[in-house]
């Protein structure tokens, strides 16, 4: 399968924990996005790379909140002093830039956050 | 952005055509329609966008109407398997995120 992939894709955790999630993007895209999905809502949008660069950060991304693309290959989102209002399901998306606002983000299975 | 109007919920007998409906009325010119769902607990999935002729692939056709104010995902024979989320996005073109509402919640019974 040649898809995003993403892990954990469950996660408890106790309040005040720190959790860290990665993200594999489909192999030649270059960009990279984080959206967070509450129960009973669509996705909202957290930041995105395109390579190493980390472009737009959305207002939901508290200073808690902190990812990575080091090599512009995978990502890392970290979530530090985790509070119950964090449970939600991260999900990745990747996509390929230079084609416009015809470029079509793929995404990946999601990793489930339950905080205690 | 653009905002979409969706039904909140719609039925559909396995078999029949499938056609859901957006309400995208501030849509400017540049600005595409696409179309994600999502099965319980899975990653959204794509199925299709255009701009302003009609689509088809081997999931759906979408239909835009030419004052392109409104679209129609049409699924042709619906499946068990096709019920879902379906989320219908205008996504504006100085940006690269999609903004979700809602959806619309797909139930085709057998």
């Known amino acids: 399968d040649t898809g995003v992939s993403q892990d954990p894709r469950h996660k408890i955790t106790k309040r005040g924990q720190n959790v860290t999630f990665r993200c594999d993007p489909i192999?030649?895209?270059?960009?990279l996005y984080w959206y967070r999905q509450t129960l009973g809502q669509g996705p909202e949008f957290l930041t995105y790379f395109q390579n190493e660069a980390q472009l737009e950060k959305s207002r939901l991304l508290s200073d808690r909140f902190s990812a990575e693309r080091p090599k512009g290959s995978f990502s890392t989102l970290e979530i530090q002093r985790t509070e119950q209002g964090d449970s939600a399901m991260y999900l990745c998306?990747?996509?390929?830039?230079?084609?416009?606002?015809?470029?079509?983000?793929?995404f990946g299975p999601g990793t489930r956050l339950l905080v205690l | 952005d653009a905002k979409t109007t969706q039904p909140t919920s719609m039925d559909c007998a396995e078999g029949r055509a499938a056609n859901l409906p957006c309400n995208h009325s501030t849509i400017s010119g540049n600005e595409y329609v696409y179309w994600y769902r999502q099965i319980h607990s899975q990653g959204p999935q794509y199925i299709i966008h255009g701009l302003k002729n009609n689509e088809t692939n081997e999931m759906a056709s979408l239909i835009i109407t030419e004052d392109r104010k409104s679209s129609t995902l049409i699924l042709p024979h619906a499946t068990l398997r096709d019920t879902a989320v379906y989320y219908c996005i205008v996504r504006p073109y100085n940006t690269d995120k999609l903004i979700f509402g809602t959806g619309t919640r797909l139930q085709v019974f057998p």
């Open positions: 192999s030649e895209h270059n960009r």
């Open positions: 998306a990747s996509s390929l830039s230079g084609r416009g606002p015809g470029e079509t983000q793929y």
